[in-house]
């Protein structure tokens, strides 16, 4: 997107409202990010008196990338002694942030677990008493989406609906025991957790409303009611507080988000300014039109209309296909027909002449199972991709055996990661060991760590097994106490890979792989992770306006305390010269030059609105935000967009007749668009640039 060369009106009345509770309806493109770090600047520079310290003033987003982002702009705009001193986190960093803190007044030790998804799910299988991965998924949704309406197990059974909400309710408390007596919480809990805090303890939650002058919130309209709860007891009756967000784009309803936060703001406070951003810095006329028209038929809770001054550009093209197959040809087609065309189809304020990458196209779709066809076609045609939303980095399996490490040394409570960690590499630890010792740490009550030193242990163990489990306790003792003491980059990395070494955990993945490629390639990403969590141990000379300062030292130990919250969230930003295929949900908040939606029918976009299961009011909220879904879509695009739909589509096994989507309808396009054949397209382009060949000059 192309930033304004100065904040315009809209904008400069956001940043300069300070004496109360601001809500800015930021436009898709309209230059939201700018507007926060623009605003913490004129928070830290109010008259004698009124100025915050940076540490009084909290930006909080919802991924690692946004919040990253959002520094680094910042330290740009106020330089890094000050950008190092505000607090920009996630929602459940922040959480983390508090727990640590004070959440002894809750039962919890300072050095808690996070569990993560996997985690979670074998507790459930464990609590549940169920060997059926996909029960125990469903249990996790359910419990999941309950805590983030702030409902305990009591209450979820007192609502359930039926007999499997009922038995997931009183999975649900056998869970939470478990989770109390682990010292663990999951990522729910680091929302839910801090509301039952600060609800509880005045003492507390005056002691973090004094800490906090005015908090920030970024993407507002995808909070759901425990956020919401959050920012409330944060920022009490002063309500100093900036809620950035777009109902427009609000599109998580399915994992607890809920526009009600958005209604809820002028009723719970009176004196909210409303501020809405309608200049668009991304998109071409065109493309606006069709966002506006689309969204235009959903009710308005605050009024709003994008504009843009980048011109009308090219016309919004829809491509009618006969098939899936044939729907990816002719995305293929697109894509080489726009290369081929150079710098004639210019983005928003891009130069003339610019070439057009790879990295410019994205190809957008409703659900995952869409993006096959299209990798077969691109791999055909040699177009480099990635798949956005694929297995992350950090979900690899030789990752997640060294985060359990990490989360032992910071928690010897937590079971999980002992199982994870003495099994990881094996070292002579059989089932039937570790079964005697999970019941002999469940007779006494006792992590699995703690039973490991128990006196009378040896009654429940044979002396080989003992000494195999005392050596591992002995390990990670020694571990602990090195990483505890252990500080910066330059002393973090010696230490990691010495870890590495003892355990023998290179040859632990040689092991496990029959191809010596595929296990390089594994000791690659451990090594990467090495370097990622020494980096984050500090110690780095950055440049600051005032000259060049040192970022603060952390220990191996106290990154490892963080970590969960970190992977949980985490999303590697490597910049590759390659295409996007997403769906939807994982594109909100990008944007590309070149944009094809694809499979916009009805049944696919809208998803299938034949539930038998919901109610007549929950149909009419389920089109709605499939609706906000296709605006989402058509405003990631920058210079171009196509929409295509499928005149056959498989369902299932079964070839059945398709029809356009009601959103293309809705998008009122000229009646006499271009029905486009890029194939065609492609080859008058040939033609002609042949043409152009044959009649230049030959050289003597």
């Known amino acids: 997107m192309s930033a304004p060369a100065s904040l315009n009106p809209a904008q400069m009345q956001a940043v300069h409202h300070l004496d109360g509770p601001c809500l800015v309806l930021a436009g898709a493109g309209s230059g939201k990010t700018r507007v926060i770090v623009h605003k913490i600047a004129r928070l830290l520079q109010r008259g004698p008196g009124a100025e915050l310290a940076p540490s009084q003033i909290a930006a909080i987003t919802f991924t690692n990338k946004a919040a990253a982002e959002m520094r680094e702009r910042a330290k740009a705009l106020v330089g890094a002694k000050a950008a190092k001193g505000l607090v920009i986190s996630t929602f459940h960093a922040l959480g983390v942030r508090l727990l640590r803190a004070d959440g002894a007044a809750l039962g919890l030790k300072p050095t808690f677990s996070i569990l993560d998804s996997d985690d979670v799910h074998g507790i459930l299988r464990d609590a549940g008493g169920t060997t059926d991965a996909a029960t125990a998924r469903r249990w996790q949704w359910a419990i999941s989406l309950w805590k983030n309406q702030g409902l305990d197990a009591a209450q979820a059974e007192a609502q359930a609906a039926n007999p499997d909400e009922i038995q997931a309710a009183r999975v649900m408390a056998r869970y939470q025991e478990r989770l109390s007596a682990y ?223 990490l989360r032992l040394l910071v928690n010897q409570d937590d079971d999980p990661a002992f199982l994870r960690a003495v099994t990881t590499p094996k070292r002579g630890i059989g089932h039937q060991t570790l079964a005697a010792l999970g ?127 970190i992977l949980s969230l985490a999303e590697r930003g490597d910049e590759q010269n390659v295409l996007t295929l997403s769906t939807l949900h994982a594109a909100k908040g990008l944007e590309w030059p070149h944009v094809m939606l694809v499979g916009v029918n009805e049944g696919l976009l809208p998803f299938k609105m034949d539930d038998e299961s919901l109610t007549p009011e929950s149909l009419v909220q389920r089109l709605e935000e499939e609706r906000r879904l296709m605006y989402v879509g058509i405003t990631r695009a920058r210079s171009t967009l196509a929409v295509s739909w499928l005149k056959r589509r498989k369902r299932g096994r079964e070839t059945v007749a398709g029809a356009p989507s009601r959103f293309i309808a809705e998008m009122k396009l000229d009646e006499n668009r271009v029905q486009e054949d890029p194939r065609e397209r492609l080859k008058a382009l040939r033609a002609q640039f042949a043409a152009r060949a044959a009649a230049a000059p030959t050289s003597p």
Not at 450 to 479: I, P, Q, W
Not at 528 to 534: E, L, M, S
Not at 536 to 549: A, L, N, P, S, W
Request: charge should be negative; glycine fraction near 8%; include cysteine.
């Open 183 to 405: 010292q663990a919480v999951d990522f729910d809990d680091l929302i839910g957790l801090p509301v039952a805090l600060l609800t509880r303890e005045a003492e507390v939650r005056g002691k973090w409303q004094a800490a906090l002058g005015h908090v920030l919130v970024d993407e507002y309209q995808d909070t759901n009611a425990q956020q919401y709860a959050l920012l409330r007891l944060l920022t009490g009756e002063r309500a100093m507080f900036t809620a950035v967000g777009d109902d427009d784009q609000s599109i998580y309803g399915w994992r607890g988000a809920t526009i009600d936060n958005l209604k809820r703001l002028p009723e719970d406070y009176p004196k909210l300014k409303v501020i809405a951003l309608e200049q668009n810095y991304r998109s071409t006329g065109n493309i606006l039109r069709a966002a506006n028209c689309v969204i235009a038929a959903n009710p308005k809770i605050f009024e709003k209309k994008l504009w843009s001054d980048h011109g009308d550009g090219d016309p919004v093209r829809v491509i009618e296909c006969d098939s899936e197959e044939h729907q990816a040809e002719r995305a293929v087609a697109r894509i080489q027909a726009l290369r081929a065309q150079g710098g004639a189809v210019l983005g928003a304020g891009a130069p003339e002449g610019q070439a057009i990458e790879w990295k410019d196209f994205a190809i957008l779709y409703r659900a995952n199972h869409q993006a096959r066809v299209f990798e077969q076609a691109l791999r055909k045609a040699q177009i480099p991709y990635k798949v956005s939303g694929g297995q992350s980095y950090f979900d690899r399996a030789e990752i997640k055996d060294l985060c359990a490490w």
């Open 439 to 565: 019941q002999f740490a469940g007779q006494w009550k006792v992590s699995l760590y703690e039973a490991l030193f128990a006196d009378s242990l040896g009654t429940a163990l044979t002396a080989k097994a003992l000494g195999s489990l005392h050596e591992f306790g002995r390990f990670v003792n020694d571990l602990e106490q090195r990483a505890r003491h252990t500080r910066g980059a330059e002393e973090a990395r010696p230490l990691l890979l010495g870890w590495l070494k003892d355990i023998d955990y290179e040859q632990h993945l040689h092991d496990g792989e029959d191809s010596e490629k595929l296990a390089t390639a594994r000791w690659t990403n451990v090594l990467d992770f090495v370097d990622w969590i020494a980096k984050r141990c500090g110690g780095e000379m950055v440049q600051d306006v005032g000259g060049t300062v040192e970022t603060e030292k952390k220990s191996v130990l106290e990154v490892a305390q963080t970590i969960a919250v």
